[in-house]
């Protein structure tokens, strides 16, 4: 007999839908203008502004990670448990991937706020994708704030 609601179902394929939405508003906000430019551009992308993108990308982070969590403890939770029990007493013998993971996600996040290779390079290229919206400036400061040149 079937059951007329499958949790299952309804978990995981939210958490693909919020996925590729925290994907594709994440890639649109990468490109998009940054919103420090002399004038302010208001551009649209599917639709959007770019205020929009991110409150699109901020509730469905939310809504991806209350997911997760369903997913993770009330659905697969014995599994889970299970396998964190059987995979840690193993892993306690022989650490190699704990540690690395670890070490990994310090790299990735120390790089990231030291801007070091490559999480720089991927930082400009971004930052250059977005001052491309803003044709004939050098996106430097306003030009009301810049010293006044006076010929003499």
């Excluded at 250059?128 to 050098?138: A, L």
Aim: charged share 15%.
């Amino acid at each position: 007999m079937s059951r007329f609601f499958r949790w299952r179902f309804f978990i995981s394929f939210g958490l693909f839908i919020a996925l590729f939405v925290i994907l594709i508003s994440g890639v649109i906000l990468y490109i998009g203008p940054s919103g420090k430019a002399p004038t302010p551009v208001v551009w649209r992308m599917i639709g959007l502004t770019k205020p929009e993108w991110q409150n699109q990308h901020i509730i469905f982070g939310f809504a991806f990670s209350l997911l997760a969590l369903f997913h993770l403890f009330l659905i697969n939770w014995k599994a889970f448990f299970s396998y964190l029990k059987i995979k840690s007493q193993e892993s306690l013998k022989k650490p190699v991937e704990l540690i690395f993971i670890i070490v990994l996600a310090l790299y990735v996040g120390i790089g990231t706020f030291y801007k070091i290779q490559p999480f720089s390079t991927i930082l400009e290229f971004g930052k250059s994708i977005s001052k491309s919206w803003y044709p004939g400036t050098t996106h430097q400061t306003p030009a009301a704030t810049r010293p006044i040149k006076q010929d003499l």
